[in-house]
C-alpha cells in the first residue's frame, strides 16, 4: 500500500480558507488582487514546518495521515489567512516621539519638525546613545505585539544610527532578532534616512560616507538585502536618492524608495528607472510616475496609518494605481514619529475606507503582494504546498468581518513554520 504523508499538524474546518493562492511568479495586478482563492470548510497540512496539502477538510483527512504527535487544530468555521507580512518598518529605534503629537496639533508640519532638529534626529540621537541588548529589548517587546496581531514576516530598516557604527549596530540587533523571534525579518540598510546633525550644510558629504563608507561595510558584513533612501524635500534630493540606490544596486543590495511622500519630487519616476523592487508611500505620487511604476511592475507599498496619524487630507491614490496595473502592497511603517502603528489589522481598516480598498484587495496587499515587495513570494505570502506553514486563526466568520472591525485584535491563534506560537 501506499505510504501517505504523514503530517505534524493538521488544521481542520476553516470557516474560509483564504488562501490568496495564485500565480505566484508576479505580484498580483488589477483584478487579481480581488481573487482571494477561498475554500470553504478548508484544512491545511503541515510536515516539518512546511505546508505539504491544501483543500477542504475532507479532502486533506483522505490524503494524510496522523502519527500520535499530529497536533490538530479545529478553527471551528473561522478565517484563517497566511501569516500577515508587513513590508515596511522603521522597528529598531530607542526612546519614543508622544510630544510630537501636541506639536502637530498646533500646526506644526514633520518636516518642519525634523528641520528644528527633532523627528528622525531625535530618534537618532536615542538610539546611538542605546546599547545592543536594550535595542534587542524593545524591538524584541514590538515583535511581541506584531505577531499576536498576526504578523509573521516583516522588513525592518535601519536608519536611526546614520553612523557607520551605529547603522552597523541597527542591523546587527535585527540579525540577532531574525535569530531569535518567530517572526523573520527582512534587513533594509536606510543609512540615507536623514542628513544627521554633524553633516548640517554638508548633505553631499553624508552622501559620500553613506556610498562610500557605510554601503561596503553593510554589504561585506551580509547585513542587509535592501537599500531604502528617504527621497523628500529637504532630505534627500531625486539626484542624491539615484546616487545611493545604483551604487547598492552594483553592491548587490535591492533598491526601495520611500517616494513622494509629502512633497511630488518624482520619487515613484526614480523607482521605476533605477528597477526597485517598491516604491513607499506615494501620497503625492504624479501620474507618470504611476504610468512608469506600472511598465516595470514596481510594488507600490502604501502606508496609510501613516497617512492617518500625520493628519494629512490626500491619502495615495490606491485605486488609479490598482486601476492602471500596478500591484500593491500595505504595510505598518511602525516608527515613533508617523507611525506608531504596528497592526496590520489597524492598517486594513483604514486602507478600506481612505485607499477605498475593497476587502479582498486589501488581503492580497498585505499577503502575496507584501511578500513581493521584500523579496519572499516564494516562501511565504499565501497557503500553498511547499510554503512556510505561517497561519492566522481569526475570531470570524468571513473575510470581510476583518477590515469592517479594525481596532479590536482578532487573532485567536498563529501558526508561525507549523508551530503554534500565540493561542
Ligand atoms: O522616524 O519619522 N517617514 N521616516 C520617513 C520616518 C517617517 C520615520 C520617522
Ligand atoms: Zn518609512
Known amino acids: 500500500m501506499e505510504n501517505k504523508t504523514k503530517a505534524d499538524l493538521l488544521l481542520l474546518h476553516a470557516g474560509q480558507l483564504v488562501t490568496v493562492a495564485g500565480?505566484?511568479?508576479?505580484?498580483?495586478?488589477?483584478?487579481?488582487?480581488?481573487?482571494l482563492g477561498v475554500?470553504?470548510?478548508?484544512?491545511?497540512?503541515?510536515?516539518?514546518?512546511?505546508?505539504?496539502?491544501?483543500?477542504?477538510?475532507?479532502?486533506?483527512?483522505?490524503?494524510?495521515?496522523?502519527?500520535?504527535?499530529?497536533r490538530v487544530v479545529d478553527a471551528g468555521g473561522k478565517v484563517v489567512l497566511p501569516g500577515l507580512v508587513d513590508p515596511h518598518t522603521h522597528l529598531v529605534f530607542a526612546g519614543s516621539r508622544e510630544h510630537e503629537l501636541e506639536l502637530k496639533l498646533q500646526g506644526m508640519g514633520y518636516l518642519d519638525i525634523l528641520k528644528a532638529g527633532g523627528?528622525?534626529?531625535?530618534?537618532?540621537?536615542?538610539?546611538?546613545?542605546?546599547?545592543?541588548?536594550?535595542?534587542?529589548?524593545?524591538?524584541?517587546?514590538y515583535l511581541d505585539q506584531m505577531l499576536s496581531q498576526g504578523t509573521t514576516t516583516a522588513e525592518v530598516k535601519s536608519g536611526y544610527g546614520l553612523t557607520l557604527e551605529d547603522e552597523v549596530k541597527t542591523l546587527e540587533v535585527i540579525r540577532e532578532l531574525n535569530r531569535s523571534h518567530p517572526i523573520d525579518l527582512v534587513p533594509t540598510f536606510l543609512g540615507a534616512h536623514a542628513v544627521p546633525e554633524?553633516?548640517?550644510?554638508?548633505?553631499?558629504?553624508?552622501?559620500?560616507?553613506?556610498?562610500?563608507?557605510?554601503?561596503?561595510?553593510?554589504v561585506r558584513e551580509g547585513l542587509a538585502e535592501f537599500c531604502d533612501v528617504f527621497c523628500e524635500e529637504g532630505v534627500f534630493s531625486v539626484e542624491q536618492s539615484r546616487r545611493i540606490l545604483l551604487a547598492a544596486k552594483e553592491r548587490g543590495l535591492k533598491p526601495k524608495i520611500h517616494a513622494d511622500e509629502i512633497v511630488s519630487l518624482g520619487g515613484g519616476e526614480l523607482a521605476a528607472e533605477v528597477g526597485a523592487v517598491s516604491a513607499d508611500h506615494l501620497m503625492a505620487v504624479s501620474d507618470q510616475g504611476i504610468e512608469q511604476m506600472a511598465q516595470q511592475g514596481t510594488i507600490a507599498v502604501l502606508l496609510p496609518a501613516t497617512t492617518f496619524c500625520l493628519m494629512g487630507k490626500q491619502y495615495a491614490p490606491a485605486r488609479k494605481m490598482i486601476e492602471r496595473g500596478v500591484p500593491v502592497a500595505l504595510a505598518s511603517d511602525f516608527n515613533p514619529g508617523s507611525s506608531p502603528v504596528n497592526s496590520l489589522q489597524v492598517v486594513m481598516g483604514i486602507a478600506c475606507r481612505q485607499l477605498k480598498m475593497t476587502p479582498a484587495e486589501v488581503i492580497t496587499a498585505v499577503t502575496i503582494n507584501a511578500a513581493h515587495a521584500i523579496g519572499r513570494a516564494a516562501e511565504v505570502g499565501s497557503i500553498e504546498a511547499g510554503k512556510k506553514a505561517d497561519l492566522v486563526v481569526f475570531d470570524a466568520l468571513t473575510y470581510r468581518y476583518?477590515?469592517?472591525?479594525?481596532?479590536?485584535?482578532?487573532?485567536?491563534?498563529?501558526?508561525?513554520?507549523?508551530?503554534?506560537?500565540?493561542?
Open 198 to 218: 554633524e553633516y548640517k550644510g554638508n548633505p553631499e558629504g553624508y552622501v559620500d560616507l553613506v556610498v562610500e563608507a557605510m554601503l561596503p561595510a553593510v
Open 23 to 35: 500565480d505566484s511568479a508576479g505580484p498580483k495586478r488589477g483584478a487579481e488582487m480581488a481573487q
Open 39 to 70: 475554500i470553504q470548510d478548508g484544512a491545511v497540512a503541515v510536515k516539518e514546518g512546511t505546508i505539504v496539502y491544501v483543500g477542504t477538510t475532507r479532502e486533506v483527512l483522505e490524503q494524510v495521515e496522523t502519527h500520535p504527535g499530529t
Open 119 to 141: 523627528g528622525i534626529l531625535s530618534t537618532v540621537r536615542a538610539t546611538r546613545a542605546a546599547g545592543k541588548a536594550e535595542l534587542i529589548k524593545t524591538a524584541g517587546k
Open 402 to 423: 476583518l477590515p469592517y472591525r479594525f481596532g479590536t485584535n482578532l487573532v485567536e491563534m498563529v501558526i508561525k513554520n507549523g508551530q503554534v506560537v500565540v493561542e
